[in-house]
């Protein structure tokens, strides 16, 4: 004969009862509470679940947004809080996709939307220097070694902090870390005046500040989204994330020249500064750190993110990793790691590479002013950030029609690494500005589907690691990164070209998607 159990979750309070039916006919009757986030419950009583198990003796648990009940056999049936109100366990509601208009005005659109302001803010912060640079060079007689030191000042900064704020993302959540790194790197930002008449040593320091705190804003932007998002939508919100990131760059880069116009050189570092401060009120007011903790979320939206998620990753159930400390042995044990460190350091070096030297490229090769070199240099960011959503779009349609999740990663992976190492190829044959603006915009567009490859991937090999795999990642990104961006500028002088550099570039970016392919997985790994 089988136990039955019986769940009723009253309306308007706090509990339900839990009813178990032993052979003897006897009832027990076991109240569970439940979290202050499920006070407001439906507004009828029809609610009631019905699990069988084999007769045992059963423990109960109960965890954040869920009870659970272990036999003797240790086999579990997990019902959740929300089952009661979803249907048949969910089961009907993962196979419903939601439409387009339900999607984008969604409560975890609102979040990557906000994740999203925050990364443009974050960019936007770190090009004001590469515009600054160059009438700071003039004033200062800076050679073009020495300016790019005096920009890789912020990479030495972003050095420090993913490793270390990674593992602070995947104990504390993405909302708590983020607030703080935007806080600190806005301040950084609107210091950078101040430090800058001061000393050249004060003006690399708060550099250096703003990347310690901007090393916490991607690990950040991986926390949240795997929490809010189902992984079948995971990489367009990555997309629309990184859309922020890239538009960023544009916003930097245009503006930029024109509030130096009006307020003197250091005029755009004040007003993004203040713009963080404000992006942080609204950030800790209105965002939540996970779905079940929102006031704002709809119980349909709530469903259909828990249920796909128990169904993707069932580990991401624990709120926290067991261990403070993370297994970095392991971690850097698996060869699906280094693919991924691999990747992210060619994507910075690549990156930084562009953002930091273009207007110089521009302004030198074809004798841009600073105004024009700044608009060539933002007409590939734009594109990239639409171009990172369609990517985004076309790999979670790929995995939903059956595409494995790995061979998805890959393709991705490849066009965004490829793609960028034959436009810049052809951009050492541009014979003019608008053709050479023509092939970097390509090149930085097809880049943006890497997107969907090596970034969305931390959060598949490594639910429980994300924030730290991604802050070895951008710890070994960031020495490429200050590597390519102070490289590219010796190398100009001895060579007296930038063209060979760009050869180099695409070199790596073809040895990189081939190292990709061969080791990368889009399957969770065990790092226990």
């Given amino acids: 004969m089988n136990s039955s159990m019986f769940l009723n979750r009253p309306n308007n309070i706090q509990s339900f009862f839990l009813f178990q039916n032993h052979a003897s006919l006897k009832f027990n009757l076991l109240k569970v509470q439940f979290p202050s986030p499920f006070a407001e419950l439906p507004k009828n009583n029809k609610y009631y679940r019905k699990v069988s198990f084999p007769r045992s003796s059963l423990g109960v648990q109960l965890r954040h947004d869920s009870v659970e009940f272990r036999t003797k056999s240790f086999s579990r049936v997990r019902v959740s809080s929300d089952d009661s109100r979803f249907g048949s366990l969910g089961d009907d509601s993962e196979s419903q996709a939601p439409r387009f208009v339900e999607f984008i005005t969604s409560e975890r659109v609102k979040v990557v939307a906000m994740l999203a302001l925050a990364l443009a803010l974050c960019n936007a912060d770190r090009v004001v220097m590469s515009v600054a640079i160059v009438p700071l060079s003039l004033t200062h007689g800076w050679s073009r070694s020495f ?33 703080w790194g935007v806080a600190l790197w806005s301040l950084a930002t609107f210091l950078t005046p101040f430090a800058a008449e001061t000393s050249l040593w004060a003006l690399m320091a708060m550099r250096a500040m703003l990347g310690v705190a901007e090393g916490v804003a991607l690990p950040c932007m991986n926390n949240m989204v795997a929490r809010w998002f189902p992984q079948t939508e995971r990489a367009r919100a990555v997309g629309i994330a990184m859309a922020g990131f890239q538009l960023g760059c544009a916003i930097g880069l245009t503006l930029s020249p024109i509030l130096m116009s009006q307020g003197g050189i250091f005029g755009p570092f004040v007003i993004f500064g203040l713009s963080g401060f404000l992006w942080v009120l609204v950030w800790l007011s209105a965002i939540s750190s996970t779905p079940y903790r929102s006031s704002q979320i709809s119980k349909c939206e709530l469903e259909y993110i828990m249920s796909k998620k128990q169904k993707s990753f069932p580990v991401e159930n624990n709120p926290k990793p067991a261990r403070v400390i993370p297994p970095f042995r392991r971690l850097l044990s698996k060869m699906p790691t280094w693919s991924l460190i691999v990747a992210n350091s060619m994507h910075s070096w690549g990156f930084f590479v562009i953002l930091s030297w273009m207007p110089i490229y521009f302004n030198t090769i074809f004798h841009v002013d600073l105004k024009q070199a700044a608009w060539f240099s933002a007409v590939p960011w734009c594109l990239m950030a639409f171009m990172g959503f369609l990517g985004g779009m076309w790999s979670d349609m790929l995995i939903r029609s059956g595409t494995s999740v790995t061979l998805t990663r890959k393709i991705m992976q490849t066009i965004g690494f490829v793609g960028p190492g034959i436009a810049l190829i052809a951009l050492t044959t541009a014979k003019s500005p608008s053709t050479a603006s023509a092939w970097l915009t390509l090149g930085v567009a097809l880049k943006a589907f890497s997107h969907s490859g090596f970034l969305v991937n931390f959060q598949e090999i490594a639910p429980h690691y994300t924030g730290v795999l991604h802050g070895i990642s951008n710890t070994a ?14 190398f100009v002088e001895l060579v007296g070209s930038f063209q060979g550099f760009l050869w180099l570039t695409s070199l790596l970016y073809f040895l990189s998607a081939l190292f990709y392919i061969i080791f990368s997985t889009g399957e969770s790994v065990d790092f226990d």
Avoid: E, N, R
Wanted: glycine share 24%.
């Fill in 147 to 179: 300016s790019g030191i005096v920009q890789s000042s912020f990479l030495w900064g972003y050095l420090i902090s993913p490793i270390a704020g990674g593992t602070l993302v995947d104990y504390y959540g993405g909302k708590i870390v983020m607030g």
């Fill in 477 to 490: 990104g960031t020495l490429a990164a200050i590597v390519g961006t102070v490289g590219a500028g010796f």
